[in-house]
């Protein structure tokens, strides 16, 4: 059997993505390689030849990429926060972005806060949290059942790798009386929400494989951020931090909500690696 190298078939397959318009070929070429071969992408020029069934395989995955269906689908995980969690169909897939919403969490709250992640999604960020946090209790609220499986999934995963177990809730973040056991007690408040503007043109990965309740939030993209800021308003103690994830046309509006509950103070927007207005913080007086 003749072996090829692998950097040609990369080479290939970034050719592929490249020609059908996805974002970052070279990237998704190598983690598709690197997952077909089982190892992390920073080995892949240790290995310079490799069978054809491996070339067929990774050529079969790319050809499914071609079809805008999203890279982590493909291999099944994403990362956020050092962690590897498990996505799929029906579940919305967390982004790079919320890494800075994640940074900035951590450098709020002592070693022991209670922390409550609105809109948990996969649970990323409220995993992410508790595994930086070993002391800390992490409740994740989701309404949607399919998403709130893959939160069960991980969660059980990351409390099998030893970290501390999170408390997930399903219910809806605009429900009036969401978590009302817990009010005046959260030390930190994160969510990262529905926030698009409907009718908002999205790349196909998100249009088609992206819960579309997990992306839009109504006509002006605040439909849930909303009830969030007036949620976080009520479980946050003296003190107490939130951080909201939003569009990047909402680099005022979601501000404006938040300075507009006279309990919260220090209200600040944070802008992304690319400049772009992406999270809104504030505290509580």
Known sequence: MTRHPLRL???????????????????????????????????????????????EALHQLVRKRVKRIPLQHLTGWAHLGGLDLDVGPGVFIPRPETELVLVWCLSKVDK??????LCTGSGALALALAHHLPGATVHAVERDPAALAWARRNADARHEAGDTPIVLHAGDVT?????????????????????????????????????????????????????VVALAARLLKPGGHVAIEHDDTHGEAVPALLSARRVLTDVEDHKDLTGRPRFATARRA
């Open 112 to 117: 022991t806060p209670l922390v409550v992640d």
């Open 175 to 227: 429900a009036p009386d969401v978590l009302s056991d817990l009010d005046g007690t959260v030390d930190l408040v994160v969510c990262n929400p529905p926030y698009v503007p409907e009718g908002t043109p999205v790349q196909p990965e998100v249009a088609d494989h992206d819960p579309h309740a997990a992306v839009f939030g109504g006509d002006d993209g605040l439909d849930v951020i909303r009830p």
């Open 9 to 55: 078939a990369v080479l290939e397959a970034e050719r592929m993505l490249a020609a059908a318009g996805v974002d970052s070929p070279r990237v998704d070429a190598e983690l598709l390689a690197a997952h077909v071969l089982g190892v992390d992408r920073s080995r892949l020029p240790l290995i310079p030849l490799v069978d054809p069934p491996v070339v």
